[in-house]
């Protein structure tokens, strides 16, 4: 697990600085944001001309899971104050499922998966994300470096493994055409939210 | 930027924060659960689409489209997400400096 999220702390810090963002603020990003398919959503939707409100307004959708798995953990963590503080912000895709799979095994054991995990991926993350920045800095020209393929293969790594059914893959497909269809007639970053309504139209009306 | 930095920043935590505090009976439920799962891969495949095809507000066809077929083929065959992306930008690489 160490390896894949620091390929992607890699992977997020040169993406940052490939969109324009400096080597700072891509650094607070991963201290702070500590999400990141929020991180990447910000920075792919800024780094191609889309204004700061639609990138945060594509983040935080994103992060909306985040939220949920919060719900998830409290009864579990029961935590007060600053500790609560500390317990929101790891609480991420890992640390969760982390905790999860220990669920054979107590509460004991889903307590310390949850808080290892959910620390440890947050170093790993925010070590990356420099030494990703800084390599991306000495580059020059991303596209020579491929950096700018780099971005989407790794938003399709990120969506890849939660296709796993039929309709999940077809959701993917008619969200694809609706954001590229829109995209000569509305402001960049626009055509992202938009495919939400793609998911709240199918997810409030299925079952 | 700044404000991109700041507000993803406070939103994010916001939505952590707030699900470990609020009573867990609200929002479970299972509607809220599917579309929950349903908005990353929206999102997600929209970011995809336009960060491979658009160019400002222009469809283009270029080293990208070949980047993002190698890793397209990469996850099929169940690879790790960094040998996707090596993979990707190699071969977007390969076709900017082929056809410049």
């Known amino acids: ?207 | 930027m700044w404000w991109g930095v700041i507000g993803t920043s406070v939103a994010a935590f916001g939505l952590k924060y707030l699900g470990h505090s609020i009573p867990h009976r609200y929002l479970e439920h299972p509607k809220i659960q599917k579309t929950n799962l349903l908005i990353p891969i929206t999102l997600l495949s929209a970011l995809v689409a336009v960060q491979t095809f658009a160019e400002k507000s222009k469809l283009v066809l270029d080293h990208r489209a070949a980047g993002l077929a190698i890793a397209a083929i990469a996850l099929k065959f169940r690879a790790p997400f960094p040998v996707v992306v090596i993979l990707a930008a190699i071969s977007s690489a390969a076709v900017f400096h082929f056809s410049s």
């Open chain 1, 1 to 207: 697990m160490s390896i894949t999220v620091g390929a992607y702390g890699i992977a997020f810090g040169a993406a940052s600085v490939a969109a324009g963002f400096s080597i700072l603020q891509t650094s607070l990003l991963s201290l702070l944001t500590f999400s990141g398919a929020s991180q990447f959503a910000l920075v792919g939707v800024m780094g191609s001309g889309g204004s700061a409100l639609s990138g945060i307004a594509t983040a935080t959708l994103l992060g909306f899971r985040n939220g949920l798995y919060g719900l998830r953990m409290s009864p579990l963590l029961k935590t007060r104050g600053p500790k609560r503080i500390l317990a929101a912000h790891v609480t991420i895709d890992e640390s969760t499922g982390v905790a999860l799979s220990q669920e054979g095994l107590g509460e004991q054991a889903m307590r310390s998966g949850f808080w290892l995990t959910g620390i440890g991926v947050f170093l790993f993350w925010n070590l990356f994300t420099i030494a990703g920045a800084l390599g991306a800095q000495s580059m020059g020209n991303p596209a020579a470096w491929g950096l700018d393929a780099a971005v989407p293969a790794a938003f399709l790594g990120l969506v890849w493994p939660r296709l796993t059914c039929l309709s999940d893959r077809f959701l993917s497909v008619a969200a694809m055409a609706l954001a590229l269809a829109l995209t000569p007639f509305v402001p960049a970053g626009i055509p992202i939210i938009a495919t939400a309504f793609l998911a709240l139209a199918i997810g409030l009306r299925r079952l």
